[in-house]
């Protein structure tokens, strides 16, 4: 069973942590998001989880901006130091409401109804879930132009992607640059998530051709991608934890 958990105070999400650890071993927590703008990016890039921990007020909205942004129907488990939520949190697919701090008896109660109530989903349903994540058909090759000419450039050939001067534009091994017709964010869904990482808010990498990972100022990592002559890439803050488990996999 996989979890995700929204929050934006770095000790709250601890705490759940810790308790999910002692209470649901069974209960694989895939990564931990902080903001309304980084949870919409990471589900609609990657497959959803079973259950959401998720924090009411994150530091830029409400986090049923996720829900209502993103159509998705995954069970969710609200956590909140506030109460007055509680109607339009059980609107939604709420399993239970939990209000801070989260203790044990509490959260064993949630994950009891959650047990019940959602891992009855119909195995038909689940099962075309998984088989239109299998053959999503990610993109395989970049059409550019180059002057007067085009080119069609294979993804195995694609070191990363990045935005400058609000353009966007394609790195191939060979240390050159096409431009494209597509944001970061649009190329985050045609590409296939296990090979490409964005990890700031210019730069998509490719795993294949990172060849050094090094410790930056706090909380941060720089990395050295292969044929890529800039002084190092930096992982954002907010995507450290998220990149680590993408290398782990």
């Excluded at 941060?220 to 930096?234: A, F, S, V």
């Amino acid at each position: 069973m996989t979890a995700v958990i929204i929050e934006d105070e770095r000790l709250a999400a601890e705490r759940l942590v810790g308790l999910l650890n002692q209470t649901a071993p069974d209960i694989e927590i895939i990564t931990s998001l902080e903001s309304v703008e980084q949870s919409i990016n990471w589900l609609s890039a990657n497959p959803l989880p079973d259950l959401i921990f998720m924090d009411i007020q994150l530091d830029d909205g409400i986090s049923f901006e996720i829900l209502e942004t993103l159509k998705i129907e995954v069970p969710v488990i609200f956590t909140t130091a506030y109460n007055e939520y509680a109607i339009k949190a059980f609107n939604v697919n709420s399993v239970d409401y939990l209000l801070k701090p989260v203790d044990k008896v509490a959260l064993d109660r949630a994950l009891e109804k959650f047990r019940k109530v959602f891992r009855t989903i119909d195995m038909e349903e689940k099962l075309s879930r998984v088989v239109e994540q299998i053959s999503k058909p990610w993109k395989t090759r970049f059409f550019v132009k180059v002057g007067s000419r085009f080119q069609s450039i294979p993804v195995t050939e694609i070191n990363c992607f990045y935005v400058e001067e609000k353009c966007t534009f394609l790195k191939t091994i060979g240390n050159k640059n096409y431009a494209l017709d597509y944001s970061l964010d649009q190329l985050q869904k045609r590409i296939d998530p296990k090979t490409f990482f964005r990890i700031n808010r210019s730069y998509i990498v490719n795993i294949r051709f990172i060849t050094d990972i090094i410790s930056y100022s706090t909380n941060r990592l720089k990395l050295k991608i292969e044929n890529c002559h800039d002084e190092g890439l930096i992982v954002s803050r907010d995507k450290v934890c998220e990149f680590k488990h993408w290398l782990d996999q």
